[in-house]
């Protein structure tokens, strides 16, 4: 199946700092991935929708200059959370599809656990 | 916000027992998908069936959809310890543009 790589899987930073989280499609091109966020023990919640060579689209209340998304290539998506302070602490999933299969199922990576101290 | 909402929240059995959980949704829906996660790790795509299927199966689980209901369940046969994870439902909705809405998820431990 189609894997998704994600990186870096656990990165503690001090507040203030900015912290870049890249989601790269190994074997399949992902014109679109999706980025979600988690907290303990509760559902993903989606962020923003990430868009080959066009702005992401951001669901609401994501502040878009704090999730700062770029797809610049069919298999590269980054996250950057800009000034991070302890309440964006949270675990970062990234998905895509792969085209090349019939349904619509999600292909995750492994995800990226931030702590802010 | 969510679409889904996953009962139980939390199950705990015995290895060699069947696992149920229950998935309502509240918009129409072009499919729904079932995915798993370990413990700090991505999620898994497990089954997906369409809105105009009624049961499916994949090895040891089993899938079933009402869509008059609004509701889908998943069943572990058989289980085993490595199934302990969390399970959540998924909906691609006639509307999301595309995207999934996960459901609240259950938590399931199998005790060997």
């Known amino acids: 199946g189609a894997v998704v790589s994600q990186h870096p899987s656990r990165v503690i930073c001090k507040s203030g700092t900015s912290v870049k989280i890249e989601c790269r499609s190994l074997?399949?091109?992902?014109?679109?991935m999706f980025w979600y966020r988690q907290f303990p023990k509760q559902s993903l919640m989606l962020m923003a929708t990430?868009?080959?060579?066009?702005?992401?689209?951001?669901e609401q209340g994501v502040e878009k200059d704090k999730f700062l998304i770029n797809h610049a290539s069919l298999t590269l998506s980054t996250l950057t959370v800009t000034s991070a302070h302890p309440e964006d602490s949270s675990f970062y999933i990234c998905?895509?599809?792969?085209?090349?299969?019939?349904?619509?199922?999600?292909?995750f990576g492994s995800g990226t656990q931030l702590s802010v101290l | 916000s969510q679409q889904g909402e996953e009962d139980p929240q939390a199950l705990s059995i015995q290895e060699g027992e069947n696992a149920t959980m229950n998935c309502s949704y509240k918009?129409?829906?072009?499919?729904l998908q079932w995915y798993r996660q370990n413990s700090g790790r991505g999620l898994v795509h497990l089954i997906l069936?369409?809105?105009?299927?009624r049961e499916k199966h994949s090895g040891r689980l089993r899938v079933t959809l009402d869509t008059s209901k609004k509701s889908s369940s998943l069943l572990i046969t058989a289980s085993r310890a490595a199934d302990t994870a969390s399970y959540f439902c998924?909906?691609?909705?006639?509307?999301?543009?595309?995207?999934?809405?996960f459901g609240g998820g259950t938590r399931v431990l199998v005790k060997p």
């Open positions: 998905s895509a599809r792969d085209l090349g299969f019939s349904d619509e199922k999600l292909f």
């Open positions: 074997d399949f091109q992902a014109t679109t």
């Open positions: 990430s868009n080959e060579g066009s702005k992401a689209t951001y």
């Open positions: 918009t129409s829906i072009n499919n």
């Open positions: 069936i369409r809105s105009n299927e």
């Open positions: 998924a909906t691609d909705g006639l509307a999301a543009g595309n995207k999934l809405t």
